[in-house]
């Protein structure tokens, strides 16, 4: 017996060492994409790590026109402020002391946030304005693109403190707003879900509502390959990303309390979503069993494949098209919107059909989780 229990333990301790190993995989695994796709590793392009920089000086646009007007282009002046896919530039156009044009530059943002953001003339907001103005005016952010809005509005006044030449005023980024604070909250509640076995089907609902409307609806938070990959290749801004963040971290943290797969089961606006509309219809799709098995590897094999396609430098726009962002719904693009739907109404007669058998980010969960070898030892 005292042998068995040796054995046990060294299983259970191998099995945290293979999850080391499989984070670790993983970590390189998105980070290999990150470079593929735009080059850089937390902002820095790959080519400079390790490299004397140039003076930046060197690549400053900042010309004036035939007709009168000064042209400025953030990129080379100002390190560009993070929005959601990564850092945003900006050109500006000055007549006169006064900002006739914005124009959006390089950049990674969802298309559909910026085609939103066009079309409620965000960018006409600074027209008409002097520089001073510029620096101090308050500007709201547009909602459903809040951190490409704002790394927009930060990027706008430090542009126009260079062409006045003044100091710029700073957007302060608070880790405690309202909807931090409460969505943190909504962490925690689940947190106390996972660890206390106190579970009943009302508690559990209670949980999955608060999942969906307010880490999903109200606070957009939630975890997918793009946005991974956008954090490895542009860096994170800690007071935006901050629900994220934690729910990363608890995703990481919790296996080695031997809570795998929290995330999924108990954090995901998605899932949760699914959850309940599969809990308000009583009629059920039976699955033939061979058809089960087959269904159950089809998203490891969207995730393989979706993998190698980026590790060869191809198909990073399909990351786009992980349903999340349809709780961004004023956002998210027609195709996400009516896959989100599709998935929808399935869940009502199949149980959480997208993240049994699609969902990319869940399988990467999953992966570096390696549940078939992490074993509880309590349980033998």
């Not at 947190?191 to 509502?209: A, H, S």
């Not at 956008?230 to 800690?238: D, I, R, T």
């Not at 995330?263 to 799709?285: D, F, T, V």
């Given at each position: 017996m005292y042998e068995l229990i040796i054995i046990v333990e060294y299983q259970y301790e191998m099995g945290r060492v293979r999850y080391f190993i499989n984070l670790v995989i993983v970590f390189l695994i998105l980070l290999t994409?990150?470079?593929?796709?735009?080059?850089?590793?937390?902002?820095?392009?790959?080519?400079?790590?390790?490299?004397?920089?140039?003076?930046?000086?060197k690549n400053v646009i900042d010309f004036v026109s035939a007709?009168?007007?000064?042209?400025?282009?953030?990129?080379?002046?100002?390190?560009?402020?993070?929005?959601?896919?990564?850092?945003?530039?900006?050109?500006?156009?000055?007549?006169?002391?006064?900002?006739v044009g914005v124009e959006i530059t390089e950049n990674s943002e969802t298309p559909s946030f910026l085609r939103k953001m066009k079309a409620v003339g965000f960018f006409k907001l600074w027209n008409g304005q002097t520089l001073d103005e510029a620096i101090t005016s308050p500007i709201d952010a547009v909602s459903g693109a809040t951190l490409t809005s704002h790394a927009v509005i930060n990027t706008m006044r430090k542009m126009a403190a260079y062409a006045a030449s003044v100091p710029p005023v700073k957007i302060n980024h608070s880790y405690f707003t309202l909807k931090n604070i409460i969505g943190m909250l909504v962490v925690v509640s689940s947190?106390?879900?996972?660890?206390?076995?106190?579970?009943?089907?009302?508690?559990?609902?209670?949980?999955?509502?608060l999942n969906v409307l307010v880490l999903g609806f109200?606070?957009?938070?939630?975890?997918?390959?793009?946005?991974?990959?956008?954090?490895?290749?542009?860096?994170?801004?800690?007071?935006?990303a901050l629900i994220p963040i934690i729910l990363l971290t608890l995703s990481i943290i919790l296996p080695f309390f031997?809570?795998?797969?929290?995330?999924?089961?108990?954090?995901?606006?998605?899932?949760?979503?699914?959850?309940?509309?599969?809990?308000?219809?009583?009629?059920?799709?039976?699955?033939?069993?061979?058809?089960?098995?087959?269904?159950?590897y089809t998203r490891d094999i969207i995730l393989l494949l979706l993998l190698f396609f980026m590790w060869i430098g191809v198909g990073f726009e399909i990351?786009?098209?992980?349903?999340?962002?349809?709780?961004?719904?004023?956002?998210?693009?027609?195709?996400?919107?009516?896959?989100?739907?599709?998935?929808?109404?399935?869940?009502?007669?199949?149980?959480?059909?997208?993240c049994r058998y699609i969902c990319p980010t869940g399988a990467l969960i999953k992966m570096s989780q390696n549940t078939q070898q992490f074993k509880n030892k309590s349980s033998v």
């Open positions: 994409v990150a470079i593929n796709r735009d080059g850089r590793i937390m902002g820095k392009p790959v080519d400079e790590i390790g490299k004397k920089i140039d003076d930046p000086a007709e009168g007007v000064r042209h400025i282009e953030s990129k080379g002046i100002i390190p560009g402020s993070l929005g959601y896919g990564g850092p945003v530039y900006l050109r500006m156009m000055i007549e006169n002391d006064i900002i947190l106390i879900m996972i660890f206390f076995p106190f579970k009943t089907k009302q508690w559990r609902l209670l949980q999955l509502l109200w606070c957009g938070s939630f975890l997918s390959l793009s946005l991974l990959v956008n954090w490895l290749s542009n860096g994170v801004n800690m007071a935006i031997d809570k795998k797969l929290s995330y999924c089961a108990w954090q995901c606006p998605m899932g949760s979503l699914q959850e309940i509309l599969g809990k308000s219809c009583n009629k059920k799709l039976m699955i033939p069993l061979k058809i089960e098995k087959v269904l159950i990351m786009d098209y992980e349903v999340f962002t349809a709780f961004l719904f004023t956002n998210a693009s027609t195709a996400v919107l009516i896959l989100a739907g599709v998935f929808l109404l399935l869940s009502l007669f199949v149980n959480r059909p997208y």
